[in-house]
């Protein structure tokens, strides 16, 4: 008997061990094809015994003794499963629809959303790559609450300013930061010559998997000193284990002037009653044949010119593509080629890119992994050249003055079909045959490369280290023939060779644990470097041979200038993210980062900043379960920090010499005074917000802000005793404020039928709240003025048309009515700066087509339309033409609600700057419209093709204003400059994908 009882304990012993020793292996896969999902968290639910899956998707885990049998298994991107533990097991995890949705991008890292504690916007990149822009940052238009893209200039290849939250600063730059898969990047106009040349335009769309906006301080604080005026993150594709995929894409189409509300100019007959009305004013005799001031009814007969139907046309746009990604277990690639083509509304104005990306990622082992991430390629914008004497946009060569400026009456060709030079108003230069005879480009040869190394030792514990270089080389030509220019220049060659490298390092560790399965921790500690260096070399060479348009040895010592330039600056940062949640409701998280920048003097070079944030997830409190099938998710965020701000030039604080000739003789003087105590701006950032889900159908977010920037870099007023009349210090203070609402609905989901909306609404609302020391104002018509909006416009006040002689009327500083322009008061009457912006977004799809509209929105905003300004100008530039809504002037006594009466080289000045010409510049844009259709799965196999998408788009498709003007987008300052107007384009295009 005692033997049977010690061999029943043995046998109980030895089980209890197998028990508490028990291993289970299984197997991951995807859900839709059976591949192995690499690197897939296991977690036994309520300990900490966890492992990931290897090449092959296999794990094995033991089940420490007492615990349950129920495995969490998750993988980003996919559905997480609980499942019951058994041995041989198969998991088959399926892709979430909400990937973007679940995760996002900040600072160094990706988070769950359900984490996040600050203010951030996201976009997933297939949204952005059908939209036939030529760059990513005019395709964020409208896109995102509080995010406000806006152009000068519909030049392809153009820059355009984004704005997140309203503008920062008014000495340094109000631009966000851009970060392309964890490095900061050159962003804005990087061109040499040409009017303007986007270097973010090198980043294709199609690469691009989200572009994530931090717009307060809790999420960009960790950006330090460039994060004053938000982060744009740009993460590029990576490639998927498993099968190669190839997709190649073409699309064309045609670009014509947007003119909704039908702007132009006077035609023939118009112009021609017009000019005798005015000089009939003046006191001429406009039917006598001796009269130089002749001007006769019967010059209609002759015929008549359009001169902007002469310099425009339609322009075109092709695109083609070629794409493949995919991998074996441990490597994956993704790889883009693409080729761009626009030409422009202007003959030879256009647009080339030639770009090639490659991404890769290597695991070298289980706790060591290796990527690059290389893209580069070729630029040119093709440009119309200014004069080089005349280097304004009033010079013949512009297209759009010339087009709108010349007489009607003027022929542009002779009978023998050659160029009409008989054109006295402008200079004598035609401007077909200076668009044509000119020649004016920049053309840049780019390369990004980065490569990573990440080690993680331990499941918790993450060392990565980024090292990147960016180098851009850009050539530069600007040719002008001998009839565009002086006798005294004749023909004119100007070159410039530009370039710039930005090295960057960026290096962290990162300590993410889960204790308990309800305290999470995640500590990160970083150190970053970079250091910049751009130099130009410029060459200016007068009376070129036109047959050798080229800098020669036979031209003069006295036609020929050089330049060149060096520029350095350099960076060193250190910074640190502590983050801690508990049980999925409540989380903290603070940063800290400190920023030396060589911008600054020894003393003041070191800056620090920081942000604390928190947010409660009250949809996982036990009392919000019985209604979380109606509100599913309710966020609650506040976020406070101080960010900084150098965007200023390299060597603001030094002591500088500039040459000058003086009386035959070249010496030097200063030019600049040296202030050491220059130092960072900083920005203050409250946020307050909320976001929610209801039904699984609609989710949105609200936030409050209020942000206050001190210290501004300005150039304050000095003495004029002190030799200089302004020195770059840290005054002042001003402060944006506003909410930002962002709406997404899933209206309906079906098998076939699915419809989906989404609208977004910001208003900002900035203040000045402090200038330099005793100064109330900056600006003139343009005003900074202390209490009130960051731009305010200060104009004449013009009080209408005189109804007894048809003189112009203004108010004087009594308020009384004036007919002299020297006596009109100056009054505040508007702002640039919209009440509020929005956008509309919308899609609807039915078995395998898709119809997407996308619209936004600007309200409350003035321009000055500097254009009319000139073309309304009441005969003070005598021969020029004018706009068709000037022809509604004054005739006889009595009229009224009229323009005042043209008199021919009006002396009056009623045409100086004033409210007449100030509009308002609201307007609702049909952005984008794209229609598709997705051929079925079953036509596509037969052809070896697993997809194929055929669409057409419409951008810029119609847009509703008031504006008398081509388009009412004129940029942050709203002014018009007869600038490249803006283009619609009607696209058609295929996707096939092997």
Same mark, same amino acid.
């Given at each position: 008997?005692?033997?049977?009882?010690?061999?029943?304990?043995?046998?109980?012993?030895?089980?209890?061990?197998?028990?508490?020793?028990?291993?289970?292996? !299984?197997?991951?896969?995807?859900?839709? =094809?059976?591949? *192995?999902?690499?690197? +897939?968290? %296991?977690? &036994?639910? $309520? #300990?900490?015994?966890?492992?990931?899956?290897?090449?092959?998707?296999?794990?094995?885990?033991?089940?420490?003794?007492?615990?349950?049998?129920?495995?969490?298994?998750?993988?980003?991107?996919?559905?997480?499963?609980?499942?019951?533990?058994?041995?041989?097991?198969?998991?088959?995890?399926?892709?979430?629809?909400?990937?973007?949705?679940?995760?996002?991008?900040?600072?160094?890292?990706?988070?769950?959303?359900?984490?996040?504690?600050?203010?951030?916007?996201?976009?997933?990149?297939?949204?952005?790559?059908?939209?036939?822009?030529?760059?990513?940052?005019?395709?964020?238009?409208?896109?995102?609450? !509080?995010?406000?893209?806006?152009?000068? =200039?519909?030049? *392809?290849?153009?820059? +355009?300013? %984004?704005? &997140?939250? $309203? #503008?920062?600063?008014?000495?340094?730059?109000?631009?966000?930061?851009?970060?392309?898969?964890?490095?900061?990047?050159?962003?804005?106009?990087?061109?040499?010559?040409?009017?303007?040349?986007?270097?973010?335009?090198?980043?294709?769309?199609?690469?691009?998997?989200?572009?994530?906006?931090?717009?307060?301080?809790?999420?960009?604080?960790?950006?330090?000193?460039?994060?004053?005026?938000?982060?744009?993150?740009?993460?590029?594709?990576?490639?998927?284990?498993?099968?190669?995929?190839?997709?190649?894409?073409?699309?064309?189409?045609?670009?014509?002037?947007?003119?909704?509300?039908?702007?132009?100019?006077?035609?023939?007959?118009?112009?021609?009653?017009?000019?005798?009305?005015?000089?009939?004013?003046?006191?001429?005799?406009?039917?006598?044949?001796?009269?130089?001031?002749?001007?006769?009814?019967?010059?209609?007969?002759?015929?008549?010119?359009?001169?902007?139907?002469?310099?425009?046309?339609?322009?075109?746009?092709?695109?083609?593509?070629?794409?493949?990604?995919?991998?074996?277990?441990?490597?994956?690639?993704?790889?883009?080629?693409?080729?761009?083509?626009?030409?422009?509304?202007?003959?030879?104005?256009?647009?080339?890119?030639?770009?090639?990306?490659?991404?890769?990622?290597?695991?070298?082992?289980?706790?060591?992994?290796?990527?690059?991430?290389?893209?580069?390629?070729?630029?040119?914008?093709?440009?119309?050249?200014?004069?080089?004497?005349?280097?304004?946009?009033?010079?013949?060569?512009?297209?759009?003055?010339?087009?709108?400026?010349?007489?009607?009456?003027?022929?542009?060709?002779?009978?023998?079909?050659?160029?009409?030079?008989?054109?006295?108003?402008?200079?004598?230069?035609?401007?077909?045959?200076?668009?044509?005879?000119?020649?004016?480009?920049?053309?840049?040869?780019?390369?990004?490369?980065?490569?990573?190394?990440?080690?993680?030792?331990?499941?918790?514990?993450?060392?990565?280290?980024?090292?990147?270089?960016?180098?851009?080389?850009?050539?530069?030509?600007?040719?002008?023939?001998?009839?565009?220019?002086?006798?005294?220049?004749?023909?004119?060659?100007?070159?410039?060779?530009?370039?710039?490298?930005?090295?960057?390092?960026?290096?962290?560790?990162?300590?993410?644990?889960?204790?308990?399965?309800?305290?999470?921790?995640?500590?990160?500690?970083?150190?970053?470097?970079?250091?910049?260096?751009?130099?130009?070399?410029?060459?200016?060479?007068?009376?070129?041979?036109?047959?050798?348009?080229?800098?020669?040895?036979?031209?003069?010592?006295?036609?020929?200038?050089?330049?060149?330039?060096?520029?350095?600056?350099?960076?060193?940062?250190?910074?640190?993210?502590?983050?801690?949640?508990?049980?999925?409701?409540?989380?903290?998280?603070?940063?800290?980062?400190?920023?030396?920048?060589?911008?600054?003097?020894?003393?003041?070079?070191?800056?620090?900043?920081?942000?604390?944030?928190?947010?409660?997830?009250?949809?996982?409190?036990?009392?919000?379960?019985?209604?979380?099938?109606?509100?599913?998710?309710?966020?609650?965020?506040?976020?406070?920090?101080?960010?900084?701000?150098?965007?200023?030039?390299?060597?603001?604080?030094?002591?500088?010499?500039?040459?000058?000739?003086?009386?035959?003789?070249?010496?030097?003087?200063?030019?600049?005074?040296?202030?050491?105590?220059?130092?960072?701006?900083?920005?203050?950032?409250?946020?307050?917000?909320?976001?929610?889900?209801?039904?699984?159908?609609?989710?949105?977010?609200?936030?409050?802000?209020?942000?206050?920037?001190?210290?501004?870099?300005?150039?304050?007023?000095?003495?004029?005793?002190?030799?200089?009349?302004?020195?770059?210090?840290?005054?002042?203070?001003?402060?944006?404020?506003?909410?930002?609402?962002?709406?997404?609905?899933?209206?309906?989901?079906?098998?076939?039928?699915?419809?989906?909306?989404?609208?977004?609404?910001?208003?900002?609302?900035?203040?000045?709240?402090?200038?330099?020391?005793?100064?109330?104002?900056?600006?003139?018509?343009?005003?900074?003025?202390?209490?009130?909006?960051?731009?305010?416009?200060?104009?004449?006040?013009?009080?209408?048309?005189?109804?007894?002689?048809?003189?112009?009327?203004?108010?004087?500083?009594?308020?009384?009515?004036?007919?002299?322009?020297?006596?009109?008061?100056?009054?505040?009457?508007?702002?640039?700066?919209?009440?509020?912006?929005?956008?509309?977004?919308?899609?609807?799809?039915?078995?395998?087509?898709?119809?997407?509209?996308?619209?936004?929105?600007?309200?409350?905003?003035?321009?000055?339309?500097?254009?009319?300004?000139?073309?309304?100008?009441?005969?003070?530039?005598?021969?020029?033409?004018?706009?068709?809504?000037?022809?509604?002037?004054?005739?006889?006594?009595?009229?009224?609600?009229?323009?005042?009466?043209?008199?021919?080289?009006?002396?009056?000045?009623?045409?100086?700057?004033?409210?007449?010409?100030?509009?308002?510049?609201?307007?609702?844009?049909?952005?984008?419209?794209?229609?598709?259709?997705?051929?079925?799965?079953?036509?596509?196999?037969?052809?070896?093709?697993?997809?194929?998408?055929?669409?057409?788009?419409?951008?810029?498709?119609?847009?509703?204003?008031?504006?008398?003007?081509?388009?009412?987008?004129?940029?942050?300052?709203?002014?018009?400059?007869?600038?490249?107007?803006?283009?619609?384009?009607?696209?058609?295009?295929?996707?096939?994908?092997?």
């Amino acid at each position: 008997m005692r033997k049977l009882t010690l061999l029943l304990c043995a046998l109980l012993a030895g089980i209890s061990l197998a028990v508490a020793q028990t291993s289970i292996s !299984g197997t991951v896969l995807t859900a839709e =094809n059976d591949e *192995p999902v690499i690197g +897939a968290s %296991i977690l &036994v639910k $309520g #300990t900490n015994a966890s492992t990931i899956t290897d090449s092959d998707g296999k794990f094995s885990i033991k089940i420490p003794d007492g615990a349950g049998r129920t495995l969490v298994i998750s993988y980003i991107g996919m559905e997480r499963q609980e499942v019951f533990a058994r041995n041989g097991m198969v998991v088959r995890l399926t892709s979430s629809d909400q990937t973007l949705d679940d995760v996002v991008v900040v600072g160094y890292q990706t988070i769950r959303k359900e984490a996040k504690t600050g203010s951030i916007a996201t976009v997933k990149g297939d949204d952005l790559a059908s939209i036939p822009e030529t760059s990513v940052d005019k395709m964020l238009s409208g896109k995102m609450a !509080g995010v406000s893209v806006s152009s000068t =200039n519909g030049q *392809p290849g153009a820059a +355009a300013t %984004i704005r &997140v939250r $309203g #503008t920062s600063s008014i000495g340094a730059a109000s631009d966000p930061l851009y970060v392309v898969d964890g490095i900061p990047v050159e962003s804005g106009n990087v061109g040499a010559l040409s009017n303007s040349m986007n270097a973010i335009a090198m980043i294709n769309a199609s690469d691009i998997a989200s572009v994530t906006v931090l717009k307060d301080a809790a999420a960009a604080s960790i950006y330090g000193s460039r994060a004053a005026n938000g982060v744009i993150l740009i993460t590029t594709k990576s490639g998927e284990a498993g099968k190669s995929k190839v997709t190649a894409r073409a699309r064309y189409g045609v670009t014509t002037l947007a003119n909704d509300n039908d702007f132009g100019m006077a035609n023939l007959q118009e112009y021609i009653q017009y000019q005798r009305d005015a000089r009939i004013n003046a006191g001429y005799d406009v039917d006598n044949p001796a009269s130089q001031y002749y001007f006769p009814l019967s010059l209609a007969a002759k015929g008549g010119t359009n001169w902007m139907k002469e310099l425009t046309r339609n322009g075109s746009l092709q695109e083609y593509e070629l794409i493949a990604s995919g991998g074996t277990g441990k490597t994956t690639y993704y790889t883009s080629l693409s080729y761009n083509k626009t030409d422009g509304i202007v003959p030879t104005v256009g647009f080339e890119k030639m770009q090639v990306r490659a991404n890769l990622d290597t695991e070298l082992n289980k706790w060591l992994k290796v990527g690059t991430r290389i893209n580069g390629g070729y630029m040119k914008v093709s440009d119309v050249t200014n004069s080089l004497v005349n280097g304004d946009g009033l010079a013949p060569s512009n297209p759009f003055y010339s087009g709108m400026a010349l007489a009607p009456t003027m022929r542009a060709y002779n009978e023998d079909g050659s160029y009409n030079f008989d054109l006295p108003f402008v200079f004598n230069v035609n401007p077909i045959a200076a668009i044509k005879g000119s020649d004016k480009y920049d053309k840049q040869y780019k390369f990004n490369g980065t490569a990573y190394l990440e080690w993680k030792p331990i499941k918790q514990l993450t060392f990565r280290t980024n090292n990147s270089v960016e180098y851009a080389y850009t050539n530069s030509r600007q040719f002008s023939p001998a009839f565009i220019n002086t006798a005294s220049y004749g023909a004119a060659l100007n070159t410039a060779d530009v370039q710039y490298r930005l090295l960057t390092t960026s290096n962290t560790v990162t300590y993410d644990d889960l204790f308990n399965d309800v305290h999470s921790l995640n500590i990160m500690l970083g150190q970053e470097a970079n250091t910049y260096e751009s130099s130009f070399n410029q060459a200016i060479s007068y009376h070129v041979n036109e047959q050798r348009p080229y800098h020669s040895v036979g031209i003069s010592a006295e036609d020929q200038t050089a330049y060149d330039g060096l520029t350095q600056t350099a960076m060193v940062s250190f910074f640190g993210v502590a983050e801690y949640s508990y049980d999925g409701r409540y989380y903290i998280k603070g940063s800290l980062r400190t920023d030396g920048s060589s911008k600054f003097g020894p003393d003041r070079r070191w800056g620090t900043f920081w942000a604390a944030s928190a947010s409660w997830n009250i949809h996982n409190e036990a009392f919000m379960q019985d209604i979380k099938n109606v509100l599913n998710v309710l966020k609650l965020r506040y976020s406070y920090g101080v960010n900084g701000n150098d965007n200023i030039v390299a060597y603001a604080h030094y002591g500088l010499y500039s040459d000058i000739v003086y009386n035959g003789i070249t010496g030097q003087l200063p030019s600049q005074l040296q202030n050491r105590k220059l130092t960072w701006e900083t920005n203050k950032t409250h946020n307050i917000g909320v976001d929610f889900r209801l039904f699984d159908r609609l989710s949105g977010s609200i936030d409050w802000y209020t942000r206050r920037t001190e210290d501004m870099l300005i150039a304050s007023p000095l003495p004029y005793t002190t030799g200089f009349s302004s020195q770059a210090q840290n005054v002042g203070q001003i402060r944006n404020s506003g909410i930002e609402v962002q709406l997404d609905a899933d209206i309906f989901n079906t098998n076939d039928f699915k419809w989906t909306a989404g609208v977004n609404f910001a208003a900002n609302r900035s203040k000045v709240l402090e200038l330099a020391p005793g100064q109330d104002f900056i600006g003139t018509a343009l005003r900074y003025v202390v209490g009130d909006q960051l731009y305010t416009y200060w104009l004449y006040d013009y009080a209408g048309v005189n109804p007894q002689n048809g003189n112009a009327l203004w108010r004087n500083e009594e308020g009384l009515l004036t007919e002299d322009s020297q006596e009109a008061r100056r009054i505040r009457c508007g702002s640039p700066e919209p009440l509020w912006t929005g956008g509309f977004n919308t899609e609807l799809s039915w078995k395998g087509i898709s119809l997407g509209i996308q619209l936004e929105a600007r309200y409350g905003n003035k321009v000055l339309n500097q254009d009319r300004q000139l073309f309304e100008s009441d005969g003070a530039y005598a021969e020029q033409n004018v706009w068709k809504g000037a022809m509604n002037y004054w005739k006889k006594p009595g009229d009224m609600n009229v323009l005042p009466k043209p008199v021919y080289n009006n002396p009056s000045n009623s045409m100086q700057s004033s409210t007449r010409y100030l509009e308002d510049g609201s307007y609702l844009r049909i952005k984008d419209i794209t229609l598709a259709y997705n051929l079925p799965s079953r036509w596509t196999k037969k052809a070896l093709m697993s997809g194929v998408r055929i669409y057409a788009s419409a951008l810029n498709l119609y847009t509703f204003h008031n504006m008398n003007y081509w388009d009412p987008e004129h940029g942050t300052q709203g002014a018009t400059i007869i600038s490249y107007p803006m283009t619609r384009s009607m696209i058609v295009g295929v996707d096939i994908t092997f």
